[in-house]
């Protein structure tokens, strides 16, 4: 790997967390329209960190990174429809793509959350990616990472995940909603 | 902010690709019809709002990644197969802050071979 190393392209990103890292030119991930409210920051690498979990570091603003789990974490149950001819990542129906679930961590463990509603898609072909809102009852922007009625005491699993059960939206109890047909 | 009164049935052009339709007025309630290309991403104010201050308080992460530590040693989570986070990896080592184990000390099960062949696949810039 060292050998490889020297000869593609490489480019230094500084990371407030991380210091500052070399890395290959071609593990950037470019979210052309950056992330909702954050629209200006649309270059990124990802590192691993202990998993499940890894970092969405950004490269145009040091000290911006995000947390990340592989949305195939939440298992079958987890369903959402990826965007197929999305001009942003040109996302084909034969194309790879990852599912990136960006967790709040909060300062206790137990209520460090994931935000199911607004995946970022990543196109594994050409590392394009697009955060989409999925407008649906079931899906929660704090789906707690602790399970929270485990009967051999309080462990960390994506086993509380339960289609239609969504505690943080209040959007639902209003009588304005999102329809197709 | 343009305004523009409509009656139900009549509707209003935003460029060629787009045309929103006021389908039926119920009380205080509006319902509106939006024709438009299916790339094009339409999401109620308050949906997009809730979104844009979650990311807010995700970013909000400081250096502490002592939770992040613990909810990782004991995970129970549900991806037999391989990680496609792993397959955008950099194989670089990372610590965080106070006292997180570099990711090199702990190996992502099988991924190896693949994250190689994915570095050295050459990137496609459609600038």
Redesign the interface.
């Known amino acids: 790997?060292s050998e490889?190393h020297s000869e593609?392209p490489t480019i230094v990103v500084k990371s407030?967390?991380?210091g500052d890292?070399?890395?290959?030119?071609?593990?950037?991930?470019e979210l052309p329209t950056g992330?909702?409210?954050?629209s200006r920051t649309q270059r990124f690498?990802?590192?691993?960190?202990?998993?499940?979990?890894?970092?969405l570091q950004s490269i145009d603003e040091p000290e911006?990174?995000?947390?990340?789990?592989?949305g195939?974490?939440?298992?079958?149950e987890y369903v959402v429809e990826p965007?197929f001819?999305?001009?942003?990542i040109d996302l084909q129906e034969d194309d790879?793509?990852?599912?990136?679930v960006?967790?709040?961590?909060?300062?206790?463990?137990k209520e460090?959350t994931a935000?199911l509603?607004?995946p970022v898609f990543?196109n594994?072909r050409?590392?394009k990616g697009v955060?989409?809102?999925f407008?649906h009852p079931a899906l929660s922007?704090?789906f707690p990472?602790?399970a929270q009625d485990s009967q051999e005491g309080q462990?960390?699993?994506?086993?509380s995940l339960q289609v239609g059960v969504d505690a943080s939206?209040a959007?639902e109890n209003d009588?304005?909603s999102?329809e197709q047909d | 902010m343009l305004i523009l009164t409509r009656k139900p049935g009549e509707s209003v052009y935003l460029g060629d690709n787009v045309k929103i339709t006021v389908v039926e007025i119920k009380g205080h309630q509006i319902r509106l019809g939006i024709d438009a290309p299916r790339d094009l991403r339409i999401y109620r104010e308050e949906i997009y709002e809730q979104i844009r201050e979650e990311n807010r308080q995700a970013a909000d992460t400081g250096t502490t990644s002592q939770g992040l530590d613990r909810l990782s040693s004991t995970w129970k989570g549900k991806s037999g197969g391989t990680s496609k986070v792993g397959k955008l990896s950099t194989s670089v080592p990372v610590e965080a802050g106070d006292g997180a184990k570099s990711s090199e000390e702990h190996k992502p099960t099988g991924d190896r071979a693949e994250k190689s062949d994915v570095v050295a696949r050459r990137k496609k810039r459609s600038e």
């Not at chain 1, 070399?22 to 950037?28: G, I, K, L």
């Not at chain 1, 790879?96 to 990136?100: N, Q, R, Y």
Request: cysteine-free; overall charge negative.
């Open positions: 790997m490889e593609d407030s967390r991380f890292l070399t890395v290959p030119a071609d593990s950037v991930i992330l909702i409210g954050f690498i990802m590192l691993e960190h202990k998993p499940p979990f890894s970092w911006l990174a995000f947390v990340i789990v592989d195939g974490e939440f298992g079958e965007p001819g999305d001009k942003d790879d793509f990852a599912v990136l960006i967790i709040t961590v909060r300062p206790d463990p460090t935000n509603k607004a990543v594994l050409n590392k955060q989409i809102i407008d922007t704090r990472l602790w462990e960390p699993s994506a086993d939206s959007s009588s304005s999102t």
